[in-house]
């Protein structure tokens, strides 16, 4: 760990114990416990899932960040690595794949598709990138990225963790930050939950401006 960005208690250790007694901070044991057990939700939605699986395979050695324990289950994981195109059709199950993993956990969107749509921005059946549903911690750019790039974010990931205070983060708070994410509904097109009032106000305008 890197003391120098990490709060560290100003006492001195005398010279004689220096070998069996250490100080440090409750924030930054928690903090050096969680950013080196990462464990990611194995899943992949297109093309850089496949840069993700190089990631984890030996030339690149992801153990070495405690991230390579992959969970099939999202109540082991505490990691959300969205890695690919998310289609409308998909969102639901992310969310609820989201929704499922305990506290704390984390979102990375990993290349331009989970960051802002991608090349498929435009597509009828894109969403125009993961942030517009769950709180994203970490993008990272390309198309594909690298597995260099993922891990460069995996790294950025673990200096944002690095920074977090136990009496700061979200899940010991009570309030809307903890709220789950309502799980969109997949009809004709997306609905976002979070948007009823302004859907149901839309198509109140739509039938009287109809009616007239
Ligand atoms: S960002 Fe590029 S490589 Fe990744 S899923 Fe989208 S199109 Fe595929």
């Given at each position: 760990m890197d003391n120098e960005r990490l709060s560290l208690p100003q006492y001195d250790i005398p010279e004689d114990i220096q070998n069996a007694v250490t100080i440090t901070t409750l924030d930054r044991l928690y903090n050096w416990g969680r950013r080196s057990s990462v464990w990611p939700l194995m899943f992949g939605l297109a093309c850089c899932a496949i840069e993700m699986i190089a990631a984890q395979?030996?030339?690149?050695?992801m153990a070495r960040f405690g991230m390579e324990v992959m969970r099939p289950t999202p109540r082991q994981a505490d990691m959300m690595l969205v890695s690919g195109t998310v289609t409308k059709k998909m969102l639901p199950a992310i969310v609820r794949l989201y929704n499922q993993m305990p506290e704390p956990k984390y979102v990375v969107a990993m290349g331009a598709c989970a960051s802002g749509g991608g090349p498929f921005k435009e597509g009828y059946n894109v969403v125009a990138g993961i942030d517009k549903f769950l709180p994203v911690d970490v993008y990272i750019p390309g198309c594909p990225p690298t597995p260099q790039a993922l891990i460069a974010g995996m790294i950025k990931l673990q200096e944002k963790i690095d920074k977090e205070s136990i009496k700061k983060v979200r899940w010991y708070r009570k309030g809307p930050d903890t709220v789950e994410v309502p799980i969109p509904i997949l009809g004709p097109d997306l609905i976002d939950p979070r948007r009823n009032q302004e859907i149901k106000a839309a198509a109140a305008q739509k039938a009287t401006k109809e009616s007239a």
């Open positions: 395979a030996s030339r690149y050695d």
